[in-house]
DNA sequence: GTCCTGGGTTCTGTATACAGAATGTCGATG
DNA sequence: CATCGACATTCTGTATACAGAACCCAGGAC
C-alpha cells in the first residue's frame, strides 16, 4: 500500500474537502498559481487535482474568468434529487435481491436503536452520519455494480455539501432515521418493491426538509471576493 | 470561439474514440511515453486525457500495471444497463412533464418514417442513430438537469462501445425504431408514465437482443498483446 | 463624456528535465 | 534445474521553464 500520497491526490482530496465544508465558497475562482502555493504542491499535479473536481462537477470552467467553485442553489438541489431519486431507488431494489441479510439485519438493530446515538453530545452527528455512511457501503457492497457505486459516489459528495447548508434539527434526523430504518428492514426481508418505495418516501421527505429550511434561511451565499 | 482546440482536448478525442471504435482494445495498455508520441502530443496533455478517460470509466488503473482499457464484459453490460434502467427511466418522466410538446411531435413522425431511413444503403446506419441521437438530446434538453445530463452521457459513451460489439440486425432496429416512437409518442403526449414503462421496455428489449447475440457471437476479445 | 487603442501584466497551456519507484532480466548459487 | 538477488532499464510523478493568449488599465481621440 502507498505509504506516500501523490502530491495530487492530497491536492484533490483537500480542496475537494474545502469546497464540501463551504470554506471554499460557490464562486471563489481557483487560480492555478495561487492554489498551488498554497496547498504545497506544483501546478502539474493541482491541474490534475482540478480537472477531478471539474469531473465530480464540484468545479466549473466559467467561460474566461477560469475555474470557479459550482454554484448551488436550491435549483441544482432539486436537480441533484431528481437523480438521486432514479439513482437510490434502484440501488435499495438491487440491494434488497442480492444482499447479504445479515449485514442488512444488523444495520436494522443500529438503526433501531439510533436515538441513543441521537442524545449523545454530537453536535456534528458523526455517529449518526457514520452509520449512514455505513449503509450506503453495505448498498454499494451489496448492489455490487461498479457504475452505479460511481455514480452515487459523486451524488453523495453534493449532498454533504448540501447537508452543510444548515444544521439539521433533531426532530429531522430522529424522521430520517425511521426512514432509513423502513429501507434497512425492505432489504433485509428482501422486499426489493418495498426498499425502492421506502427510498422515494425518504427522498421526498429529506428534500421537504432542505426546502422548507431554505425558506426559514433564505441567506447562504456570501461571495469570497467581495468588497474591498 | 476556440478555433485552435487544446492539445488535451484532441488526445482526449482521440482516445476516446479509439477506444470507442474497439482500435484500443480492452486491456491495452496505455503507456504515458507510447501514447504520447504516437499522438504527438507532450506527456502533460496526454496524462489530461487519461485522467479524463478514468473519469469517464473507459480507463482502468490496474495496480502496477499503469492505466489500461477497461474491460467490457457481459457482466459489465448489465451493470451499465442497470444504471440506465434508473436513469434513462428517470430522464423520460421528466422529458414528458417538461417537454416542448412540438418538438417531440416533430420527432414522432420522423420516427414513424424510419423504415425508409432503414431501406438505404447505410451500412453503419448513420441516418438512424443520428435520429436516435437527436432524440437523446431533445430529451436533455427537455429534462433540464445537468446532473442528469451529465450522467447519460457517460453512460451513452459505454453505450456506443457495446453497439460495435457486433452489427445491428435490420430485424432489431426496426423493433427499436418502434420502441423509441412509443416513447416519443408518450413525451409528446405528456404521459409520463407511460414515457416511464415504454422506456422500461425498449431497455428490456435491448438488453434480449444483446444477450441473445453475446450466445451466438461468444468470442469477441483479442487482446493487442498477445503471442509474438 | 464615451469609446477605442495600446501596452503591460497575469494567466493558462505545453514541453521538458529530473528523481524515485517498479519491473524484468541475467547471472550466480544452492 | 530452480530460486534468489542485484543491476539496468523503463515508467510514473513532480517541478519548472517558456510561449501564446486574455485581461486590465490608462491615455488619447472624437
Redesign the pocket.
Known amino acids: 500500500m ?1 505509504v ?7 491536492a484533490y482530496q483537500r480542496l475537494r474537502n474545502e469546497i464540501v465544508e463551504w470554506e471554499l465558497r460557490p464562486g471563489s ?6 492554489q ?1 502555493t498554497r496547498l ?9 487535482a482540478l480537472a477531478r473536481l471539474m469531473a465530480d462537477g464540484l468545479v466549473t ?1 466559467q ?5 470557479v467553485v459550482t454554484d448551488l442553489s436550491l435549483a441544482s438541489i432539486l436537480e441533484i434529487f431528481e437523480v438521486r431519486q432514479a439513482l437510490e431507488e434502484q440501488a435499495a431494489r438491487l440491494a434488497a435481491r442480492r444482499g447479504d441479510t445479515a449485514v442488512f439485519q444488523q444495520l436494522e438493530i443500529e438503526f433501531a436503536a439510533v436515538n441513543d446515538l441521537l442524545e449523545h453530545d454530537d453536535p456534528a452527528r458523526h455517529a449518526y452520519y457514520g452509520l449512514v455512511a455505513r449503509l450506503d457501503d453495505a448498498i454499494d457492497a451489496a448492489v455490487d455494480n461498479a457504475y452505479l457505486t460511481a455514480a452515487l459516489a459523486i451524488l453523495r459528495t453534493h449532498l454533504v455539501r448540501v447537508r452543510r447548508l444548515a444544521v439539521d434539527d433533531p426532530a429531522r434526523l430522529s424522521a430520517a432515521a425511521a426512514e432509513h430504518l423502513l429501507i434497512v428492514q425492505a432489504i433485509a426481508a428482501r422486499d426489493a418493491e418495498l426498499a425502492a418505495h421506502a427510498t422515494q418516501v425518504h427522498l421526498h421527505q429529506a428534500l421537504r426538509n432542505i426546502q422548507k429550511m431554505a425558506v426559514e434561511v433564505p441567506s447562504m451565499p456570501t461571495p469570497t471576493k467581495g468588497l474591498p
Do not use: I, K
Not at 467561460?63 to 475555474?67: K, N
Open positions: 502507498a506516500t500520497q501523490r502530491a495530487s491526490d492530497r475562482v481557483l487560480g492555478e498559481v495561487e498551488s504545497g504542491v506544483s501546478r502539474t499535479p493541482l491541474r490534475e470552467s467561460s474566461g474568468r477560469g475555474l
